[in-house]
Structures are given as structure tokens and as C-alpha cells.
């Protein structure tokens, strides 16, 4: 079984920053990529990045390209995402995924095999 576990979350100021790391655990695992969602209240799940585990290629919602950015450690099995000028609409739970096999379009949560629990990224105005 597979686990996925978010870290970093928390509160931070506007401008500020966090970097949220998501760790893969349990049988012996290589994901064909990882990403990162986010859902704030009221609203639905939203594609922020991925990354390919083998090549390191990453893809981004164009919105946050430039402030967020994906990254992984293939020996630590960790993916990271570096989050910078924080902005309060940023706010949110972000979860961690991973899918096993190639798929054609990275920004769809239903293309993912794991997720983790969520981390709450909280930002003050």
C-alpha cells in the first residue's frame, strides 16, 4: 500500500512564504509523476502543478507559474512545492498526488492513483 504525506503547511503572511513537501511510503514505489491540488472552502479542486519523476519535466497552472515551484528528490521519494509571494486567495488545503502510469493530461485529479491527507495553507492579509 501506498501512502502519500503532506508536510508544511501553515500560517503565513501575505508575501510570505511555505514549502510544502509530500513523501511516498509503504511498498516499494516509483511513481510515474506527482503533483499538487488545491481546494479552498466552496470551491472545487484545482490542478497547481506536476512533475515527472524520471525526467523532472514540470507543468504548472499557468497562474501560478513563476510564484509556485515543483521539484523532487527521486531518493528521498519526496516532492516538494515552493510557494512564494503568497497571496491570500492562495489559501487552502493542498493535497499531494501521484499517478503510476503516464497519462495525457496532468491537471486531471481523476488521472491520479494516490493522494495524501491535505495540509492547510493559511495566508493573512
Known amino acids: 500500500q501506498v501512502q502519500l504525506v503532506e508536510s508544511g503547511g501553515g500560517l503565513v503572511q501575505a508575501g510570505g512564504s511555505l514549502r510544502l513537501s509530500c513523501t511516498a511510503s509503504?511498498?516499494?514505489?516509483?511513481?510515474?509523476?506527482m503533483a499538487w491540488f488545491r481546494q479552498a472552502p466552496g470551491k472545487e479542486r484545482e490542478f497547481v502543478a506536476a512533475?515527472?519523476?524520471?525526467?523532472?519535466?514540470?507543468y504548472y497552472t499557468r497562474s501560478l507559474e513563476g510564484r509556485f515551484t515543483i521539484s523532487r528528490d527521486n531518493a528521498k521519494n519526496t516532492a516538494y512545492l515552493q510557494m512564494n509571494s503568497l497571496k491570500p486567495e492562495d489559501a487552502a488545503v493542498y493535497y499531494c498526488?501521484?499517478?503510476?502510469?503516464?497519462?495525457?493530461?496532468?491537471?486531471?485529479?481523476?488521472?491520479?492513483?494516490?493522494w495524501g491527507q491535505g495540509t492547510q495553507v493559511t495566508v493573512s492579509s
Open positions: 498526488a501521484a499517478v503510476n502510469a503516464p497519462t495525457p493530461d496532468y491537471s486531471d485529479p481523476y488521472a491520479y492513483d494516490y
Open positions: 509503504g511498498r516499494t514505489f516509483t511513481p510515474y509523476a
Open positions: 512533475i515527472s519523476w524520471s525526467g523532472g519535466s514540470t
